[in-house]
């Protein structure tokens, strides 16, 4: 008897031994920045596919500030015509006397609190968060050695905005996301006189005449006006790695216009975020829309909508609680509890997984209307959590008579009118239970 005990152990041991020798293994080949060797990364690891709820935001950038318009509002105000233009020459003066540079010192932050996002997001039910790393207008989030001075630890709050947040989650053992839209911010059109005050490639409006084409080194930067195009694709990539670097998120997420970088220094930015997810032995995640990154390795993302039918590849929508806008704008008017969370059930039946946006205001402040839409959302997901949390689809999403409308980005519109005939379904991951979602309200007894 004691020989078998011992000889269970031993091999035990030695089996042991050979997953250890595996996994190192693994990590000293790590990944090269091709398809061949990307496409062996999990697109979608089991843990994204249990969370089902994520949240960001789009604050942060000098776009805050005159909180009008929209998050557009830098290549708008650069523009001849337009309301944006029109606001700003009357609010601040000529884009001559007051530039979108001069919007920096105004965005204080003085309301943020890291430690109050976290536990508002977490309240929601999200298990993942994160800011919008870096827009379209050039200005970084965090502290950053790749984009002095423009970034928030040298100008403005003078504060590592994404490195205090991604901190509070993780103490609250949330997954982090940095989400970015630069690849629009490097300028394309200087040498397209066609192209002038006309094309949306390139973020910042360029015309001669325009402070966007000034040949201030600093302010160069910030309009994305580099000698050349490869040079911007470079700046690109180091930013993106160094926030993998310092910050390690577990999602990169990427706006529209990503396929504006060339190929190869997209994949050279996949491998750098997978191989440091093998090195902190974490499973990673990228996300992008269109066709800007393939699916073998990537998350697709369709903005403000999503799938019509259950897909087998899990998915991602971004869908943001303003009726349209995305940052915080004076008087515009939030979706309700109800709207986001039919809309929510609608992704999840069909094996997708949703990235909700706030709006907060440039002090740092996430008004009153958007937490109590949260605060709804997270009591009805204590309530219903188990039907949505770890669970899969069935073999159909469900039935009902709402019809899918098309979306701007791909796919369906968020926009649909859901009836009380409207019914959904996922079922758990053990296939043991299955839960049915009903469109219309309790009757009262």
Not at 183 to 191: D, I, K, V
Not at 215 to 231: A, Q, V, W, Y
Not at 243 to 257: A, G
Request: proline share 5%.
């Amino acid at each position: 008897m004691s020989s078998i005990k011992i000889s269970i152990v031993i091999i035990l041991i030695s089996l042991i031994g050979c997953k250890k020798n595996d996994e190192v293994e693994k990590v000293d080949k790590g990944y090269e920045p091709t398809f061949e060797s990307l496409k062996k990364h999990q697109a979608a690891p089991q843990w994204f596919q249990d969370a089902k709820l994520g949240i960001y935001f789009h604050w942060g950038g000098p776009y805050s500030v005159p909180a009008y318009g929209s998050a557009w509002y830098p290549h708008n105000m650069y523009k001849d015509q337009g309301n944006v233009r029109k606001h700003h020459d009357k609010t601040y003066g000529s884009i001559f006397e007051f530039g979108y540079e001069d919007f920096i010192p105004m965005f204080k932050a003085e309301q943020f609190d890291s430690e109050d996002w976290a536990d508002l997001f977490q309240m929601a039910g999200a298990k993942f968060a994160g800011p919008v790393a870096q827009h379209h207008d050039g200005f970084a989030m965090w502290d950053s050695e790749v984009n002095p001075p423009w970034n928030v630890a040298d100008m403005g709050p003078k504060r590592d905005v994404l490195g205090e947040l991604f901190k509070s989650l993780k103490q609250r053992n949330m997954k982090t996301i940095a989400t970015f839209h630069h690849a629009r911010n490097g300028q394309r059109n200087a040498n397209k006189p066609e192209a002038w005050k006309t094309a949306y490639d390139s973020h910042y409006v360029y015309h001669p005449d325009l402070p966007t084409a000034t040949s201030d080194p600093k302010l160069r930067k910030l309009f994305g006006n580099f000698e050349t195009i490869d040079e911007f694709n470079q700046y690109w990539l180091n930013q993106v790695n160094e926030v993998v670097d310092k910050y390690n998120p577990d999602i990169l997420w990427f706006d529209s216009w990503l396929n504006l970088i060339p190929e190869e220094k997209r994949m050279e930015m996949a491998a750098h975020h997978f191989n440091n997810g093998l090195i902190h032995n974490k499973e990673v995640i990228t996300a992008h829309k269109q066709d800007d990154l393939p699916l073998e390795y990537s998350v697709l993302d369709f903005e403000q909508g999503g799938r019509r039918d259950i897909h087998p590849m899990p998915w991602l929508t971004d869908i943001t609680l303003g009726e349209s806008k995305w940052m915080y704008v004076e008087g515009h008017k939030y979706k309700t509890a109800d709207l986001v969370i039919r809309n929510m059930i609608d992704v999840w039946s069909k094996n997708g997984i949703v990235l909700l946006n706030v709006s907060p205001r440039a002090d740092g402040v996430i008004n009153q209307e958007q937490r109590n839409v949260l605060k709804q959302i997270g009591n009805w997901l204590k309530v219903h959590g188990e039907a949505v949390y770890g669970t899969r689809t069935h073999t159909i999403f469900g039935y009902g008579p709402a019809k899918a409308v098309d979306g701007s980005h791909g796919g369906q519109s968020s926009k649909i009118k859901y009836t009380a005939d409207d019914v959904r379904f996922t079922i758990s991951k053990d296939k043991k239970a299955m839960y049915v979602f009903f469109s219309r309200k309790t009757r009262s007894r």
